[in-house]
């Protein structure tokens, strides 16, 4: 797999429904990879093999975080994606539902690239997605991210 992928972090079963269906609509053609907690997001990024040895696995382009996961808080997968070389610069946008403004200050003071509420109206969050993919997907330079091909 190649690193245009997008990486989805939601727990609940039809926001995700949802973002895959507006992805779609909006021809971003990007696969996507969906973990559904907060420990699923660090395995990934972070986990090992049977023996115990890192298991690396491709970094995507973009990271969706939703924040309300269980397990491991989105604002704590964000604060250690940010503590490590190998992923403290990929693009992560925060993709929630919250309306807490103490969410949305951790989130940029924790990293967050970011920082999107769920729009209610299925036509608005279709908009936001295009815009969203648009932006970080096409316009978006991003810098060298050690160990990743250009």
């Known amino acids: 797999m190649d690193n245009s992928f997008i990486l989805l972090v939601e727990d609940n079963p039809d926001d995700e429904a949802l973002t895959l269906r507006a992805l779609k609509k909006n021809n971003i053609k990007n696969n996507v990879v969906v ?14 093999d049977t023996s115990g040895h890192p298991s690396p696995k491709p970094l995507p382009q973009l990271i969706l ?6 397990k491991i808080s989105g604002l704590e997968v964000l604060k ?8 403290k610069l990929l693009p992560v946008v925060i993709l929630t539902s ?47 991210v050690p160990g990743r091909q250009k």
């Open 35 to 48: 973990v559904r907690d907060g420990a699923e997001a660090v395995d990934y990024f972070f986990g090992t």
């Open 98 to 144: 919250s309306n807490e403004e103490q969410d949305l200050t951790s989130s940029y003071s924790l990293g967050a690239n970011s920082y999107i509420r769920k729009p209610v109206d299925f036509g608005d969050f279709m908009e936001a997605v295009r815009q969203l993919g648009l932006y970080w997907l096409i316009l978006n330079e991003r810098p060298p």
């Open 80 to 87: 250690r994606l940010r503590s490590e070389e190998s992923t």
């Open 65 to 70: 975080l939703d924040l309300k996961l269980p």
